[in-house]
């Protein structure tokens, strides 16, 4: 059902028209916006889609999907493989950061680049990028468990390697996301914002299970595999989309400004969001397997089932909010982040596995609510002509999260098993408060 309703949202191409009167922007700049229409045909759906058209999006979708389910089968993997190597657990904690710090950086660059170059480009590279990058750093792990190579310079390598991939795929999230926001009205921009999501989210239910399922052949295994699904959808993307009339370059509007007034609340609430989520996400394997005792097969296995109930609800959540139009952003995120907080109460309170998943559920549920809420909020506040940009921006966001969680999680985590989950609750609940008096949330609407 997913890919068939992206693909029409992608079709109506005069919902364009009217996204350009909705979303901000003085006269002229809409002029500019609907001349560049005439001539980018490409970035466009145009009114009657070539066979070829209708493929590319759930083509694209399917790429998003595979980078999403890579990404969680590595930190259900990652865990048990850092002890099998002989590493800390603040070594795993330090190389997500690390790799977040590249994304950040590198998601602004990409997204303003989209502006410029047009939607497809970043999205192959960063395809491409992820398949031929993950093939490296699962060599890497395979020399340090072999005993190849010292712990400490194994360590060095993750990072270099791990930087070099979220570098180059960090144009995925923005560009698609400034992809679905050229599809999309005002009033329905959460929904599709959330289509995007539902893609990564549906990954992100697979990769544990995937992960975990495959582990049982090899630690490695689902990287190697992933990373071959992840070209051949690259063939098939850039084989639809290579008849087209690539989009002309042009100037990119002004950089956004990290203290862009219109942007600044939301970027601060979505890093602080995925710092709570990073902490918990990056320690999950390494609880599961202390809580309950387990090998690093069973370890990948167990906490595989955790994050995977986790994913399987922030896409549930993500699903209803791309198929609901004109609901007010603000509510999604409000909901969303007390759903978050109530989970991570059940989390703390968890004395087995069936429990700990159960209140993961909660935990994505509400990520899977606030996070489209945000990106809408952030798209809904900028021009067309800035939509890249924006996404940029507000994905740098999210990699800030990426940042802070993992050192503060493995960190914390490494002076007592319980901190993480007490750190998570007090945080969040500060969020919880925040985002009920937050001003610039509370005048944010769909359709405004």
Known sequence: MLFPMIAREGAASAEKVHATGLVGGDVEARVRFHLR?????????????????????????CGLFIYAMGQ????????????????????????????????????????RASDRI????????????????????????EMGMAGWLAPSVVLVLMIVVRMTLTATAGGLQPASTAFMADRTTAANRAGGVALIGAAFGLGSVFGPVFGGLLSRIGLLAPLYISAVMALTIVAAVWWMWRGQTPAPKRDAPPALKLTDPRLLPFMVLIGAIFTVFAVIQQTTAFYVQDMLGLDAAETASSAGLVIGAMALAQFAAQSVVARLSGVPVRIYVQLGVWLMLAGLIVASLAADLIMLAASYLLLGAGQGLSQPGLMAAGSLAVSPEEQGSAAGRMTSGIGTGFILGPLIGTGLYTWSHSAPLAFAVIFMGIIAVSV????????VQAGR
Do not use: D, K, Q
Request: net charge positive; with cysteine; charged share 10%.
């Open 37 to 61: 229409e005439l001539t980018t045909m490409s970035e466009a759906s145009p009114a009657s889609p070539t066979p070829r058209e209708r493929w590319l999006v759930p083509l694209l979708l």
């Open 72 to 111: 969680t089968l590595l930190f259900a993997v990652l865990g048990p493989i850092v002890r099998e190597i002989g590493l800390p657990e603040i070594a795993m904690g330090l190389t997500i950061s690390c790799s977040a710090i590249a994304f950040t950086i590198a998601t602004s660059i990409w997204g």
């Open 118 to 141: 047009g939607r497809m480009p970043p999205i192959l590279i960063g395809l491409a990028g992820y398949a031929v990058i993950t093939v490296a750093f699962a060599g890497v792990l």
């Open 436 to 443: 009920l008096i937050a001003p610039r949330l509370r005048r």
